[in-house]
């Protein structure tokens, strides 16, 4: 267990700004105008983390994978979602929990060209976004992609509105909802 959790720790993260943005828009919230609208939202850590939990030795965040006291792992990714009347997805930073074998294939694998050709890893959504009913707990697909670039996650297809929203694809005005969301 130590050696995932000193491998956890020796991930450096190296990717870009998670915002990515397009048009300004008038915001229904607060009645300004913004110069840019966030296309993405990334959640700094799994829903189960706290400073509590950082004081375990057996637990560590990092910007890409989480290990709560040796027991549970945690990788992140991107919930990407078509934007019909733009050229640019809108984009969920999320934590998916993997099971200890797959995370131990995913930490052994991080640095491996090619590893984009590797089986997708089953995951449960970890993380709380503004959709009802909860997202907790989603069933996920991981899917590695080249080294350098976040995996993708697919949900499981249900009727739940992210996954549908994943499926089918949001309109700009459906981005500025979740940005307001967000933002306020």
């Known amino acids: 267990m130590r050696s995932l959790v000193m491998a ?24 300004k105008h913004h110069d840019e609208m966030p296309m ?6 799994p ?3 706290s400073p509590e939990i950082a004081a375990h030795p057996d637990s560590v965040l990092t910007p890409d994978q989480c290990i709560i ?9 991107n919930i990407e979602i078509p934007v019909h009347d733009s050229d640019v997805p809108f984009s969920w930073g999320v934590w998916v929990s993997l099971s200890e074998r797959s995370f131990e ?9 090619g590893r984009e050709h590797s089986e997708p890893y089953f995951g449960w959504l970890s993380v709380v976004l ?11 697909s991981v899917h590695t992609q080249p080294v350098g670039t976040r995996p993708d996650i697919e949900l499981e297809h249900t009727d739940h509105p992210l996954a ?3 499926r089918t694809g949001i309109t700009l005005t459906r981005v500025q909802q979740i940005v307001e969301t ?3």
């Open 69 to 77: 006291n040796g027991e549970h792992f945690f990788i992140r990714g």
């Open 105 to 113: 294939h995913a930490s052994e694998n991080w640095e491996r060209e």
């Open 8 to 31: 956890a720790r020796q991930v450096i993260g190296r990717y870009g700004p998670c915002l990515v943005s397009t048009t300004g828009f008038h915001c229904t919230c607060c009645g």
């Open 130 to 140: 503004p959709y009802e009913p909860t997202t907790i707990n989603l069933k996920t």
């Open 182 to 184: 967000m933002m306020h």
């Open 164 to 166: 549908v929203e994943q």
């Open 40 to 45: 993405a939202f990334s959640i700094g850590a």
């Open 47 to 49: 829903a189960y983390w």
